[in-house]
């Protein structure tokens, strides 16, 4: 619950997406034993990370994936953010 409450800073890449990845993951491992409260923090930590990670590879038609459709790390976030989805959508 820590990393939901640390307001971790990642720019691009890799750092802003591992920590998306554990935070769903962490939600989607203990959803059973978190209370309204912790999976409220888990959630609000993830949308703020996943809206800048879709606004950077597709957001509005600009992004990233829209120019450059073979950009592998830009494709690379938009796996991740599907599985994010999937693992948090419950």
Request: glycine share 8%; hydrophobic share 45%; aromatic share 6%.
């Amino acid at each position: 619950m820590g990393a939901a409450r640390r307001d971790v800073v990642c720019q691009r890449g890799r750092g802003r997406r591992d920590v998306a990845w554990t935070l769903a993951l962490a939600y989607d491992w203990l959803h059973a034993r978190l209370d309204a409260e912790q999976k409220n923090q888990l959630l609000a930590a993830l949308r703020v990370r996943v809206a800048d990670m879709f606004d950077d590879v597709a957001g509005d038609g600009a992004g990233r994936l829209s120019v450059h459709p073979y950009d592998s790390h830009g494709n690379q976030t938009l796996l991740q953010l599907a599985a994010i989805f999937r693992a948090a959508g419950r």
